[in-house]
């Protein structure tokens, strides 16, 4: 599953790619994937993303009309969950992003295409996703500010403080690992990247939230930060199959400590890398380093 630094990749390469295209017609050959709206095709039709933006792994699109039929922006939400990609195709190029399955992804459209924007100019963007769980939504600027609302603080946003962050450990009698999963609280971050900052910060990823010390909490709240911002800048990391919008795989594996290497010595210490299911999720650790 492509986590925040590799949705954030794919967004910038998408915005480099299809932004103020006309789009002449949509091709819908899966209902649930617009949330079976019956007016998602005729409404697209003549319109032109102008920006896209994202929190946590939501990817928003403003849909924009040059005409002055449309009072107000509208907003296409798009989430890629476990299995889901977009390819833009052109006369030069075919760039992929998301959850790539096989080569033959590129071989489009194939039998997990569910829908295709084409544009007056020839180009198509498409949306691949086997398993049907991502999903493409229109919604009002009022839908987007409740939907935004409901995350929490996330690296890289002005909201990400000191003083937010501290504020999230307070009255929490949940796992460390568990709280800096919820999206609600602090999005963005998934498995992997909790595992790598609980293991720069010292800490043990099971320990109760509300256990850690000030110095402890400071330490998380700047490798939280630091591991989504390198990872990003590296093009995520890449597992299984992920690739970016541009088809190159992630590199920030290189970079991993803990995550994905169970059974292999601590990088510091030499102590064997631990893996334990926590939290709904395989958590690797260093019983030495961390605490």
């Known amino acids: 599953m492509p986590e925040m630094p590799e949705v954030e990749v794919v967004r910038r390469q998408l915005e480099a790619h299809i932004l103020n295209r006309e789009i002449e017609s949509v091709d819908l050959l899966h209902s649930k994937i617009t949330r079976k709206n019956p007016e998602f095709k005729e409404f697209m039709v003549g319109k032109h993303f102008s920006k896209i933006e994202r929190i946590g792994k939501l990817l928003t699109f403003t849909v924009s009309n040059n005409q002055t039929s449309q009072p107000e922006p509208v907003y296409m939400l798009a989430h890629l969950k476990m299995t889901g990609q977009f390819i833009f195709v052109d006369e030069n190029q075919k760039i992929g992003g998301g959850h790539s399955l096989t080569a033959a992804d590129f071989e489009l459209p194939h039998k997990h295409t569910r829908v295709v924007f084409n544009f007056k100019d020839g180009s198509a963007l498409y949306f691949n996703d086997m398993r049907l769980f991502g999903y493409l939504q229109l919604v009002s600027p009022a839908e987007k500010e409740k939907i935004w609302n409901n995350y929490g603080i996330e690296p890289g946003r002005d ?15 949940t796992s460390l690992k568990a709280l800096l999963l919820n999206q609600k609280v602090i ?3 998934g498995n992997i990247y909790v595992d ?17 010390t000030t110095a402890e909490k400071k330490a998380l709240f700047k490798h939280c930060s630091d591991v989504m911002m390198e990872s990003i800048e590296r093009g995520g990391t890449t597992f ?6 541009d088809g190159k795989k992630g590199n920030f594996s290189d970079e991993l400590e803990v995550f994905d290497r169970a059974g292999q010595p601590c990088y510091k210490c030499g102590n064997i890398i631990s893996k334990i299911k926590h939290a709904g999720r395989g958590t690797h650790f260093c019983s030495t380093c961390q605490k």
């Open 159 to 173: 909201n990400y403080t000191w003083d937010n962050f501290k504020a999230i450990f307070k009255n929490r009698k």
């Open 187 to 189: 999005s963005g971050l």
């Open 196 to 212: 790598e900052a609980c293991f720069r910060a010292g800490v043990l990823p099971f320990r109760a939230a509300n256990s850690l």
């Open 240 to 245: 299984y199959s992920f690739l970016s919008a």
